[in-house]
């Protein structure tokens, strides 16, 4: 069964710092594009940061850049990563990591063929 189950969402102040973790197991992600989109309450669900297949190759939203790093270990299973550092209230969302099995590592929800379940950051002001 194939699942992507994102970790260590959670309650943090203004500019205190949150890393996510992405496990995606049940088939091989190593050569698949991965990324992370988050949703606030009655908002769209917008892209906030990619990566390739090999992790060389990164991209943010801009309203992310220069505070959450993104980054992924195929090790073994493939588990992607979002350190999000300065966190400010409107960080406030649900995030959810995505996998695209053709490669694809950009902003386009519709490119994306598996999404976890999300989890929550909330950043208090």
């Known amino acids: 069964q194939v699942q992507l189950v994102e970790s260590g969402g959670g309650l943090v102040q203004a500019g205190g710092s949150l890393r996510l973790s992405c496990l995606a197991s049940?088939?091989?992600?190593?050569?698949?594009?991965m990324g992370w989109f988050r949703q606030a309450p009655g908002k769209e669900r917008d892209f906030v940061a990619a990566i390739s297949w090999s992790g060389g190759i990164t991209y943010y939203a801009d309203s992310v850049k220069g505070r959450f790093t993104i980054s992924r270990d195929n090790t073994k299973n493939t588990v992607l990563y979002l350190q999000m550092n300065s966190l400010k209230p409107e960080d406030t969302a649900v995030y959810y990591c995505?996998?695209?099995?053709?490669?694809?590592?950009?902003?386009?929800?519709?490119?994306?063929?598996?999404w976890g379940q999300g989890t929550q950051v909330t950043v208090s002001s």
């Open positions: 049940g088939r091989t992600f190593r050569t698949s594009g």
């Open positions: 995505a996998a695209a099995t053709n490669g694809y590592s950009g902003s386009a929800k519709t490119k994306y063929d598996y």
